[in-house]
């Protein structure tokens, strides 16, 4: 065998494995570190912890939205359903609910889990209200911590696919 059968023949088995290896460690890549589908119908609860209001303290709210992605954009809208606070429980239906818009972008971590930041512009009865989330993705279920404007409240956040 001549030099340069054995320099074409050692070439081209090296980018042929090449290949092979680009292919594998796309489809692991795909496969185990692909990103969530956070696409579709969420449940979510707001559980206020702190606030310079009192009467929010230990507040909850439950809502329903559905959020789409784009790349790593998230677009979506979102209705207040439920709300028990220091003035008692109520449900929200039909015209009383209110409706916000929601933004956010999804966060690829290969080393740790994957995040979700979400803004949420609600229009409420007396004016537009911010929330903002910050949460860890699993693979049913999104957890983390909220902030909002209306009285400056913190707390915690639940996202699921099934109802409360």
């Not at 074409?8 to 494995?17: D, E, R």
């Not at 290949?19 to 890549?29: K, P, Q, S």
């Not at 992605?69 to 677009?75: A, K, S, W």
Request: aromatic fraction near 16%; proline fraction near 2%.
């Amino acid at each position: 065998m001549g030099i340069w059968e054995s320099f074409w023949i050692g070439s081209a088995s090296t980018i042929f494995g090449g290949i092979v290896l680009a292919i594998f460690f796309f489809w692991v890549r795909e496969k185990w570190f692909g990103v969530a589908d956070v696409t579709g119908k969420w449940h979510f609860n707001m559980i206020t912890q702190k606030t310079v209001y009192n009467p929010y303290k230990d507040m909850e709210l439950h809502y329903v939205g559905v959020i789409w992605r784009e790349g790593n954009q998230l677009h979506g809208s979102v209705e207040k359903v439920y709300e028990k606070s220091s003035t008692g429980e109520r449900p929200y239906i039909g015209e009383h609910r209110s409706r916000g818009k929601l933004t956010g972008t999804y966060e690829k971590n290969y080393f740790s889990k994957d995040r979700v930041h979400i803004h949420v512009s609600e229009q409420g009865k007396g004016r537009e209200s911010t929330n903002y989330f910050t949460l860890t993705v699993n693979k049913r279920r999104l957890r983390g911590n909220f902030c909002s404007f209306v009285a400056d409240q913190e707390g915690v956040s639940r996202w699921q696919r099934e109802p409360f």
